[in-house]
């Protein structure tokens, strides 16, 4: 599959941490990173058909991520329940938060640490909540999971966890009509923020691209990029998926990565996939339609200066959310 990337201009900064995450620390506020002068850093977005086969699901996660590392990629983002797509067998395979010997979130270091790329592992069935510093690890009880978006850095470390905050319990005019996630999962509380190789990252799911004081608050806070791991039905994401992507990349001036499902599931479940990566002037600059494959573009973090420079947005707004 071929790519579009965006122009490529040299002296663009990398993001070095001065200090890893850990579970539960204050996610709102990170501190002070340096930058150094390397090339714009190449991100990619996978998209998938999972299937009922966990093994499956994860040899082809694998398979699609390497395939990104090899073609250059340095920060890699996998859709939405890549592993287990439907919600009730979650708790079935769900994994306690940094339990690399588990086996999804062993996968997922191993790629990362053996390829030297950071992943954003879509989501993945979390049965503890994120913990907070000093305290007992809590566990859910009650047959539900938490949708937690892991990072994994080169080293195959998780240095941010996000937890989705806005449950997709909608009625949709397809075949299986009603979603309750809700059902399944237990909401997150909380935006994450984590300095990467490609800048300053927001994390967000799926049906939270629904809800903007979200993204105002990462904009707030000078993120470069966001990521929206996505399993978009067909139905919704005609009408919707690129428009609320492009629409939040221009008004928070900031690359989006949108990695999302694309295809027939079963039965009863069809997703709208068009994964597709989005610069800050709401450019489309790489889209994969339908079926499995990967979406690759360069970041070019001088005209995300430039466009930020000459319509400071940022500085003009008359309006502060709560959020931030």
């Avoid at 620390?25 to 991100?43: A, E, P, W, Y």
């Avoid at 809700?182 to 990252?201: C, K, N, Q, W």
């Avoid at 004081?213 to 966001?226: G, K, P, Q, S």
């Amino acid at each position: 599959m071929g790519w579009r990337a965006a122009s490529v201009i040299s002296g663009v900064r990398q993001w070095q941490l001065t200090r890893l995450y850990h579970p539960g620390q204050d996610q709102h506020r990170l501190t002070g990173v340096k930058r150094v002068s390397l090339d714009n850093c190449r991100i990619a977005a996978v998209q998938m058909v999972s299937s009922a086969d966990i093994h499956y699901n994860m040899a082809t996660a694998e398979r699609l991520m390497v395939k990104a590392a090899q073609q250059g990629a340095k920060l890699i983002v996998l859709p939405e329940n890549f592993a287990v797509l439907d919600g009730g067998p979650q708790a079935r395979f769900a994994e306690r938060e940094g339990d690399l010997q588990a086996p999804l979130q062993g996968m997922l270091s191993r790629v990362a640490r053996l390829q030297g790329v950071w992943i954003v592992a879509g989501t993945l069935p979390m049965i503890t909540r994120p913990q907070q510093p000093g305290a007992v690890v809590t566990e859910l009880t009650d047959g539900r999971v938490r949708p937690a978006s892991l990072v994994f850095n080169a080293d195959g470390v998780i240095v941010a966890r996000y937890d989705k905050m806005h449950l997709f319990d909608v009625q949709v005019s397809d075949k299986q009509a009603r979603y309750a996630e809700s059902d399944s999962f237990e909401a997150g509380d909380s935006p994450v923020l984590v300095d990467t190789i490609a800048g300053r990252l927001g994390l967000s799911i799926c049906y939270d691209i629904r809800f903007p004081e979200l993204y105002r608050h990462y904009f707030a806070n000078r993120v470069d990029l966001v990521t929206v791991p996505s399993a978009f039905t067909r139905v919704t994401g005609e009408a919707h998926w690129e428009v609320l992507l492009r629409a939040r990349a221009i008004e928070n001036q900031c690359y989006i990565i949108g990695a999302g499902q694309g295809g027939v599931h079963n039965e009863r479940r069809e997703t709208f996939g068009h994964s597709m990566i989005i610069d800050p002037w709401g450019r489309v600059l790489d889209v994969l339609e339908r079926g499995e494959g990967i979406v690759i573009a360069d970041m070019d973090n001088d005209a995300l200066a430039a466009i930020r420079q000459r319509m400071p947005v940022f500085e003009h707004r008359r309006l502060a959310t709560a959020i931030e």
